[in-house]
């Protein structure tokens, strides 16, 4: 797997929390994404990054937002928490944008309750 | 606005037999198509993909086909084995490559 984590792993909150997931990666790509995965949708993004401090919105954004103030780390915040936001999070890394093969970290599983 | 669609949703083939997965995308202009594999509580990874100036890629017992002029592509998996069990996710690319849009996945069960 290529050198890219993301932490927690897992995470209980409850409604109305700020929640911070983390992805670090060593593998010095510019591109950085981040996507939900929900059954029956596939994976999708929710916002990404093409360098230090840009960044730019997918198709579910509402809700959360991002920080990327170096290369290897990339932070997704959800503001206030709500239930529609429990799923399975993967951050996911290129080195060529969308064009070539994208690594994907493990996964942070979050529930709200 | 950009979707990529896939079907089937399940597939279920019994070992040896063929699996053909199939997508649609929206945006004429896309011109990469990966496809993804992601085992149970795994995270998905690449197995094949295609550009837009070829319109059949193999390797092994993977191959995918592209018709830019239908806007469609498939995932075609021969001698299907247990270990090809998975879900499988189509995508495309969007908005000049900054983005893939990938399809709600197909879930391939190769019983034995």
């Known amino acids: 797997d290529a050198g890219i984590t993301q932490s927690p792993r897992h995470k209980v909150t409850e409604t109305g929390t700020p929640v911070t997931l983390r992805c670090h990666q060593t593998?010095?790509?510019?591109?950085m994404y981040w996507y939900r995965q929900d059954p029956g949708h596939g994976l999708r993004l929710i916002h990404y990054s093409y360098g230090v401090k840009d960044t730019d919105k997918g198709e579910v954004s509402d809700g959360y937002s991002v920080s990327r103030s170096k290369t290897e780390d990339f932070l997704l915040t959800l503001e206030s928490a709500t239930s529609s936001q429990t799923s399975v999070y993967f951050c996911a890394i290129s080195g060529l944008a969308a064009y070539n093969e994208q690594f994907f970290g493990p996964g942070t599983r979050l529930t709200v309750l | 606005g950009e979707n990529v669609e896939q079907h089937p949703s399940t597939l279920s083939v019994q070992e040896g037999d063929s699996a053909v997965i199939k997508c649609t995308y929206s945006?004429?202009?896309?011109?990469?198509f990966p496809w993804y594999k992601q085992e149970l509580g795994k995270r998905p990874q690449l197995i094949i993909d295609?550009?837009?100036?070829?319109g059949e890629k193999k390797d092994q017992r993977i191959a995918v086909t592209l018709n830019k002029t239908a806007k469609h592509f498939s995932l075609h998996i021969t001698e299907t084995q247990p270990e090809d069990s998975a879900v499988y996710f189509c995508a495309a690319v969007m908005e000049y490559g900054n983005k893939l849009v990938f399809g709600a996945g197909t879930i391939l069960r190769v019983k034995s």
């Open positions: 945006d004429s202009a896309s011109n990469y």
């Open positions: 593998e010095n790509h510019r591109y």
């Open positions: 295609i550009r837009s100036n070829v």
